[in-house]
């Protein structure tokens, strides 16, 4: 099963290599993983998307919690949550494949960030699967370079996760 | 007070109750141990490897319960006490280790005797810190000996550079005696939920198994284990690192359990249908195969790292708290409770394990002329009557002292038992004998390991140290060869000895007492002989029998159910 976790690190050098580190010693895998600041300077927000049994999730909370980095932690497919991922593609964009691509972008409400004339930058923002769908209807040999966010979480309703 | 970092380190030491620390010096640490020279409240070993002093703070913090404290260079110093703070890691001791590093601005240079220290160590310690700037110093010095002395305990390292302690830097000092981290808090009170729980499950018991591990000894709670055990009236087994939480000379002790522990302890694990495990992390050396483990069992486990909870093993109640603030909780709920333990079926229980004991699974055979090795642990065992601190090196000779020297108190056995790091039995004893002048300390060795750490000898001589080293000479890595012998058809592959020094010369050429026993009927005397003589190191090389297996033995893939015995009991099995 995929997981979505979110964690609360102090913003300290080193907190992001003992993340990494636990999961590469222990065998567990990372999908994706994103970390950046907070409103509050001290800390950094992690996301990381990672999948296993049910067991191997729970020991993977419980290590991460052990961290003494890690100041609060929340499985947040737990409960009802929203999950977003960005995506910027790069596109050969010349002859007719303008318009066709500028169709797909209004049907994945993404936007051209930037035009030259012979390629557009494309932003697609929305859950992993949809990004996955907007690649998959693109012609596979316009696509010069892809990058994407990795997955970003909050769970619904006023909770929330924070110092 | 305006200090120094390097004066710093040393005041907050002695504010902190260090009185000794394990270290060795280099160009990055010269400003601390300046420092060290002009004061004369800590007390510095002078070791003569960095392993040594990784191993003697971690043997002091062993039988102490203090945090042990080591002080080592950058570069080559750091890297050799990385084997000694993962055996600490591994068996959760509390240690902080000081190790100096290239000024902040060479940092990433690849200056001279730089290492990555943080990185190399960070997946072997508890926690650990880079002092960037001399302001954070005696801060993150509090955090180091909070972290690694609370919660579950283990290893912290304080990674200084050199700039930090520059003598012409001084700051304004203040020991900080209360430290608060929001990231770190660990739990001690157990659910009273969970514990009510607990107490239901044991009363109802028709086949109980107490089943308890280092995590006792680390907390100091062999009185509240005592009342427990024997309120309840069950079995109750050790781990290897749990040896004297529970005096094994009593009578509903069962020795150890697992891989070489008692075919009694192994069966009642295997047959107990609640099983109460205490401070103990399911090791595989002690589950054997998982899908064989308990099978009938309801399990109850208390540990203060929840991530020791269900990490091999399913259980059906965790309780995560100390040891000691969960069994007191206990006690009290049992002496409140009207409701006994069910007698009448743990009296029927009690009569299978005893047919289990009949076996005796660990008679050895000694008519031959060759000195046994066993039979050198019973006289150890005689000899110092029953109260010594045995430490111990890794391979056979530790199995049998595990198994042959029954402890009574806690803090008495000193092993690596997660890591099983060989070299750490000297140097560990020495550390006891630095904690406890006056104790009676042997350190029970083979030919292998001690080599490993031998330089320490001289440690121990420059500070008077007078253990007594008994080394059970087989000629063999003998626990590889019993492994070879049972699982490769007896090809010896490079686990035998060549050239094996003159050890009872080489002891003696480090200012000691050598003595080489190779008869039997020596065995007793050259132990009281050694004894006697309290003021000096001796080293017995005892010259045991190389063919000698430690039985019985679990093999892996087995279940605790499955124990391989020797051919002296394997008759009395079948009966
Ligand atoms: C050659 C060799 C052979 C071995 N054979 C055996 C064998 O036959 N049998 C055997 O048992 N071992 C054997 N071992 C040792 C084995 O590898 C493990 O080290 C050992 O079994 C672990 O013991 P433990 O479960 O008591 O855990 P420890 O490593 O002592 O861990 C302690 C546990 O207690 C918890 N704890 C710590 N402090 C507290 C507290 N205050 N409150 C609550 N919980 C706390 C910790 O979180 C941890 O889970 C062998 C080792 C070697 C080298
Ligand atoms: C540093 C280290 N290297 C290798 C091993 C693997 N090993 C475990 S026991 C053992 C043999 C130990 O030999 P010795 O000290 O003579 O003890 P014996 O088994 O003969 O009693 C070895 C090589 C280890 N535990 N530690
Ligand atoms: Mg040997």
Redesign the interface.
């Known amino acids: 099963m995929r997981h979505i976790i979110s964690m609360l690190l102090?913003n300290e050098?080193?907190a992001l290599?003992?993340v990494a580190?636990l999961f590469s010693?222990r065998g567990y895998n990372i999908e994706s993983l994103t970390v950046a600041p907070t409103e509050d300077a001290t800390v950094s927000r992690m996301t990381l998307v990672t999948s296993g049994s049910g067991?191997i999730i729970?020991?993977i909370t419980?290590?991460l919690?052990?961290l003494?980095?890690?100041?609060k932690l929340l499985d947040i497919t737990e409960s009802s949550h929203v999950e977003r991922e960005i995506m910027l593609v790069k596109v050969r964009a010349t002859g007719d494949s303008r318009d066709e691509v500028k169709r797909l972008c209004d049907i994945f409400r993404a936007h051209v960030l930037d035009v030259t004339a012979t390629s557009y930058i494309i932003e697609v923002t929305g859950t992993g699967e949809k990004l996955d769908a907007f690649l998959d209807v693109l012609d596979r040999r316009i696509i010069l370079e892809v990058v994407r966010s990795g997955a970003l979480g909050i769970g619904r309703g006023e909770k929330a996760l924070r110092? | 007070m305006e200090l120094s970092g390097a004066e710093i380190i040393m005041q907050f030491l002695k504010d902190e109750g260090v009185e000794i620390i394990f270290g060795y010096p280099g160009g990055a640490v010269l400003h601390i141990y300046d420092a060290l020279y002009k004061q004369n409240y800590i007390r510095h070993i002078l070791v003569r490897h960095e392993q040594g002093a990784t191993h003697m703070a971690d043997g002091y913090a062993r039988a102490t319960g203090k945090p042990g404290v080591v002080l080592v260079t950058s570069g080559p110093g750091a890297t050799n006490a990385v084997t000694g703070i993962a055996t600490a890691y591994m068996d959760s001791i509390p240690m902080v280790v000081i190790t100096g590093q290239v000024p902040t601005n060479a940092i990433g240079s690849d200056a001279f005797q730089e290492v990555d220290c943080?990185?190399i160590t960070?997946?072997c310690v508890?926690?650990n810190f880079?002092v960037k700037d001399v302001h954070d110093l005696a801060v993150t010095l509090k955090k180091a000996f909070y972290?690694a002395t609370t919660g579950r305990p283990g290893p912290v390292v304080v990674d200084v550079p050199k700039d930090v302690t520059h003598p012409d830097i001084k700051i304004p000092y203040e020991y900080p005696r209360d430290i608060t981290?929001?990231?770190?808090s660990p739990v001690t009170r157990g659910h009273s939920g969970q514990i009510r729980k607990a107490i239901d499950l044991l009363l109802g018991a028709k086949r109980p198994m107490i089943y308890t591990g280092g995590g006792v000894v680390l907390d100091d709670a062999a009185e509240e284990l005592r009342t427990l055990t024997q309120h309840l009236g069950f079995p109750i087994t050790n781990t290897l690192m749990g040896l004297g939480g529970y005096p094994a000379t009593d009578r509903l002790f069962v020795g150890m359990l697992g891989m070489h522990g008692t075919y009694e302890a192994n069966m009642a694990m295997h047959n107990c249908d609640v099983l109460l495990a205490i401070g103990a992390r399911f090791d595989d050396r002690v589950v054997g195969d998982v899908k064989k483990f308990c099978p009938g069992a309801k399990i109850i486990h208390i540990d203060i790292?929840?991530?020791s909870i269900?990490?091999t093993v399913k259980v059906q109640v965790p309780i995560v708290g100390s040891v000691r603030s969960v069994l007191r909780d206990m006690n009290a709920m049992l002496a409140e409770s009207s409701r006994e333990p069910d007698r009448a079926a743990v009296e029927q229980w009690w009569r299978q394990i005893r047919e289990w004991q009949s076996i005796e699974c660990l008679r050895y055979d000694r008519t031959g002329p060759r000195i046994k090795p066993q039979y050198v642990v019973q006289k150890l065992y005689e000899v110092t009557g029953g109260d010594a601190y045995i430490a111990s090196d890794v391979g056979q000779h530790q199995m049998w002292a595990a198994q042959f020297y029954p402890f009574d108190k806690p803090r008495r056995w000193i092993n690596s038992g997660g890591l099983g790091t060989m070299g750490f039995g000297l140097p560990a004893a020495m550390g006891v004998q630095f904690a406890h002048p006056d104790a009676t300390v042997a350190c029970v060795t083979g030919e292998g390991s001690i080599v490993m750490c031998i330089q320490e000898l001289a440690t121990a001589k420059q500070y008077g140290l007078p253990i007594k080293v008994v080394n059970l000479n087989n000629g063999y890595l003998g626990m590889v060869r019993q492994w070879q012998e049972f699982m490769y058809e007896s090809r010896e592959s490079h686990s035998y000895l060549d050239s094996l020094p003159d050890f009872a010369k080489l002891t003696e050429s480090f200012g000691h007492v050598g003595v080489r026993v190779e008869k039997p009927e020596d065995v007793e005397g050259a132990l009281r002989d050694a004894f006697a003589m309290r003021d000096r190191l001796v080293f017995l090389d005892v010259i045991t029998d190389p063919t000698e297996n430690v039985y019985p033995m679990m093999m892996s893939g087995k279940g605790q159910n499955e124990m391989l015995l020797s051919a002296l009991c394997r008759d009395r099995e079948l009966a």
């Open positions: 102090e050098p080193g290599s003992r580190g010693a067991e729970e020991q419980k290590q919690n052990k003494v980095d890690v100041v110092v | 943080i990185g960070r997946p508890k926690h880079l972290v981290m929001r990231s770190y790292d929840p991530a269900a990490k």
